[in-house]
């Protein structure tokens, strides 16, 4: 019987894919620097510390393994660039060699609808085999990970398949998407941008992306392809806030929000957090660079070719995601916090 190993397995995505295997009863390693907060992880499940800069300790965590599930990674929009190397991109050397010794069959990596940047697109939706380029730190990472694992198909033997996700949301999460949810539940109105409901942003539930990845391992056919991630709700930045707000059970006020303008004035404010972030507080930024160069563009994804591999999605509709992540975020006591706590912890 195939055994996997969930690499990130403490994380938003990996505690996910490990909750998964548990419910099918499938055999799973899980493992995460020693480090890592173990909270999610599924009772009685096997946890076997390792390093992705150390290449002795993937060694050791890859014996008896077949599937990789390697999820793990920086996603850190303020991480530098030699951090972001070490981890994602030599890390993702250092497990496909050390799988490729093991005797591992397959390995499925998670990458990011980042690598195709601030594009302008002839045709949409956007498909897996449209030209990429990435613009910020985190996701030119992300594509020189995804080079390596395709070589590896290629040309090692070990057979590999990359899931693109797009915009990420939902239990667990602590970053990313989840910033959108907590500054809305501090602010009394939520205000939406009604020009902004041409911007389509690629949504998708993140147990969905661990199902894909979970789904593409057992598919012979899947091997050396690339396969986008997103639901099929068709929602735009403008139509994800007003689910937000709703759930939250927030009053809304429209506004016009000239898209450049917001870009141009995102990217100044962040550079002046970013200033106090490293010269006086210490913390990292509230409002971060990276992000802002992709605001407002439109993350019209297609999912046609994981659905035609016959992949269902749990959350196609992103209104039941995004209520899910409400009632956690209430129970986590998220919905508590005051902006003058969030500034108090900020600055």
Known sequence: MEKYLVTGACGFTGSHICDILSERGIPYRATDLASADKQWLPRNCEFVPSDLTDPASLKTVLKGITIVLHPAAIFDWSASEELL?????????????????????RLVSWSTSGVYGDQKFDRLPICEDYPVKPIDKYSISKHRQDKIALRFSQEEGLETTIIRPGIVYGP???????QFFESFAMIPVVPIPVNFDVYKLGTVHVRDVAGAGIFVSTKPEAVGQIYAAVDSSDITIAGFWRHIAAAMNKPTIPIYLPPMLARTSGLIFADILDFISKNITHKKPVVEKDPIKFFPISLDVSNQKIRDLGYKFEYNDVRIGVIETIDWMRNEGMMDKTILQFLKENF
Do not use: F, H, I, P
């Not at 497990?95 to 010794?101: D, I, T």
């Not at 667990?172 to 989840?178: F, N």
């Open 172 to 178: 667990r999460s602590k970053y990313g998407a989840m």
């Open 85 to 105: 190397d070490a981890v994602n991109v030599q890390g993702m050397e250092n497990l496909c060699s050390a799988a490729k010794e093991e005797g591992v069959k």
